[in-house]
């Protein structure tokens, strides 16, 4: 009786695909709820988390208060594909936060981090972040205001990347194929990451 | 918060479960559905969700799955084909 095979219906079911999980950071305002939501077939959907330092499994809380539990927002949307389902996770703006929680980076492939080249401040955090723990990641600078006073390189100076191989594209975070250029970004990213160092392409 | 689970029987299938859980195996129906999709679609925060969710997986109504794991993650040609998926999508 408990059976799923003598119970599934005529229809085969569908397959169970392999999550794959991408983080779109960047600091506040910067576009991360717009670029969620222009490329996510769902619409993007609130979800939080509360997060304490009982429960965060850090060895040293020194300096730490139990009082300093916090809630936390993220963005969800996601992307079917026919071979995996991407979850895209648009990060809280609490970056303060971010070193406890380690739930935040297990299993994400790689993560996006939005700039606004007139607040670029907003988003060191997370490009330290990601490159002290060594996730892929793209910069994605958001010219939804039309332009932007810099270029790429310039990008790269002020945010002082450490991977001179991390793209900078410029994108419209209100533009369904101008985020989904910024993913094939970071797809391409990760699979030149992947290549063996000794077996270039040309 | 981001495993995906998927239920492991039709929720008409199991009505003298809690209706809570019925809900839950409507919801999980698909190709798989984000413990954080569940939780926002719940109401609900993610951590008491996931205690929630640990209880189907007990009974064995649902199955879950974690994101890829980074040595998976890191094969090339599944990085290319989910590439040009999403170039299609």
């Known amino acids: 009786m408990n059976e799923p095979d003598t119970l599934a219906p005529d229809a085969v079911r569908d397959a169970y695909l392999p999550p794959v999980k991408i983080l779109v950071a960047g600091g506040f305002g910067v576009g991360k709820t717009t670029a969620v939501g222009a490329v996510s077939e769902i619409t993007p959907l609130r979800t939080e988390e509360r997060l304490s330092a009982a429960g965060v499994g850090v060895d040293d809380l020194s300096g730490i208060e139990q009082k300093s539990a916090t809630t936390v927002a993220m963005d969800f949307g996601r992307i079917t594909l026919d071979v995996a389902v991407l979850m895209l996770f648009g990060t809280p703006g609490q970056e303060r936060f971010w070193f406890m929680w380690d739930d935040l980076l297990r299993g994400a492939l790689g993560a996006v981090v939005l700039v606004d080249t007139r607040r670029l401040d907003r988003s060191f955090a997370a490009v330290d972040f990601f490159e002290s723990r060594d996730l892929p990641f793209v910069v994605a600078a958001n010219c939804f205001h039309g332009e932007q006073d810099y270029d790429p390189e310039e990008i790269r100076d002020a945010l002082t990347l450490r991977e001179p191989s991390t793209p900078i594209v410029m994108f419209d975070a209100r533009r369904r194929d101008s985020v989904r250029g910024v993913l094939l970004a970071l797809m391409d990213h990760l699979i030149a990451s992947a290549q063996p160092a000794h077996a270039q392409r040309t | ?89």
């Open chain 2, 1 to 89: 918060m981001h495993s995906t689970v998927r239920a492991a029987v039709p929720a008409d299938d199991a009505r003298s479960i809690p209706a809570e859980w019925q809900t839950i195996l409507r919801l999980c129906a698909g190709p798989g559905i984000a413990v954080a999709e569940l939780a926002a679609r719940l109401d609900m925060r993610v951590t008491p969700a996931a205690v929630l969710l640990a209880q189907l997986l007990e009974q064995g109504l649902i199955e879950h799955r974690p994101p890829m794991s980074d040595p998976d993650a890191m094969n090339i040609d599944f990085l290319r084909r989910i590439r040009s998926g999403l170039e299609r999508a």
